[in-house]
Each structure stands twice: as C-alpha cells, then as structure tokens.
C-alpha cells in the first residue's frame, strides 16, 4: 500500500474535502478502485493518478516529500476535518463562553424568525394591495365591456334612424314631384289656419 493513498489523504493532498474528491471520481476525473474498508466500501488511489490529476487539472505539482508527509500525519475524522466542517465548540473552549455562543445563536434565530414574520406581514400586506387593485382592474374591464356594447347599441341604432330618415326623405322627393302635391300641401296649410 506504498503507492496507494485513502481518500482522506487524497483531499488533505489536493486541499479539497472528500466529497469533493468523490465528485470528481464519479465524473471520471480521478481514476479510484473500490475496497471493503473497515466502515465498509472505501475508494483507494494510485499515487500516481493522483500526481497525473493534480498536474492536468489544478496545475499543482505534488512531489513524494508532501506524499509521505501527508502519509505521517495523524488522521483526521470527518468531524474535525477542516475541510469538512467547521467546529462549533474547539476543545479548549469553557462552559461560560460556549453558553455564551449558545445565547448568541439563540438571539440570532430569534431575530431571523422576527424578520421572517416582518416580511411575511409585507408580503400578504402587498398581496392585499395587489388583490384589490385586481378586483379593481376586473370591475374596469367589465365596465369597459358594457360601454362597449352600449355604444354597438347606439351607433346600430343610429344607423337604423338614418337609414329611415333616407326612405322617408325618398318618398317625400317622390311625393313633391307629383302634379297634384302642391294643391294638396295648400289645403293642408288652410286647415291648420283654420284651426
């Protein structure tokens, strides 16, 4: 296992943390062969195709030295990785202060759930505005529907008028070149004199 590297060794190796070289097997970036480790399936690494690796895709040369130093050094659980996470509490830290970052995150979700009920009030207060101004955009084009329709109406009815008016201003044409029209308009005109 001289040339071989774990995935562990492999991250703190390229400064990438283990999903990160997972995603990059998966994609066919790394060559890795699988192995039943002791917490089940683990990804072993050739030394080599890590060096290939590094060189072809993050233009970073890694030398045997940084190899078997990555080798010496202690492991690292998933926990206390720092490429994996960040420690909330360090092993040096007291009661007193970590009490008091408890208090600290206890404020801040306070304040988050305050800001979210804020903005949740702004969003149905906005969302009220825009219903009603809906309602209002609704009741105007209904509006707008009726106008139009009545004003259809009107100009139907209007033509209707006109179209009248020229029958009855062709039957009077008609009627006024007669002979006998202008005796009959006389007598019309002593009757109402008369009466």
């Known amino acids: 296992m001289k040339d071989k590297l774990t995935i562990q060794e492999v991250a703190a190796l390229l400064n990438r943390s283990t999903k990160s070289i997972r995603n990059y097997v998966k994609s066919g970036k790394i060559k890795a062969i699988k192995v039943n480790g002791k917490h089940g399936p683990e990804f072993i690494f050739k030394t080599t195709e890590i060096q290939q690796f590094a060189q072809e895709y993050l233009s970073m040369g890694i030398d045997n030295a940084s190899i078997n130093e990555v080798k010496k050094a202690p492991k690292l659980s998933k926990k206390n990785h720092p490429a994996e996470s960040k420690a909330l509490v360090s092993d040096d830290m007291d009661w007193k202060s970590f009490t008091g970052k408890l208090l600290e995150l206890e404020a801040e979700k ?86």
């Open 110 to 195: 306070r304040k988050i759930i305050e800001d979210y009920a804020e903005y949740k009030a702004q969003l149905a207060f906005k969302m009220g505005q825009m219903e009603a101004k809906l309602k209002l955009l609704d009741t105007a084009r209904a509006e707008k529907i009726k106008l139009k329709k009545k004003v259809q109406y009107l100009e139907k009815k209007r033509a209707e008028e006109r179209l009248q008016l020229e029958k009855l201003s062709q039957v009077r044409e008609f009627y006024e070149n007669r002979p006998w029209y202008s005796p009959w308009k006389k007598f019309q005109e002593e009757v109402k004199v008369t009466k």
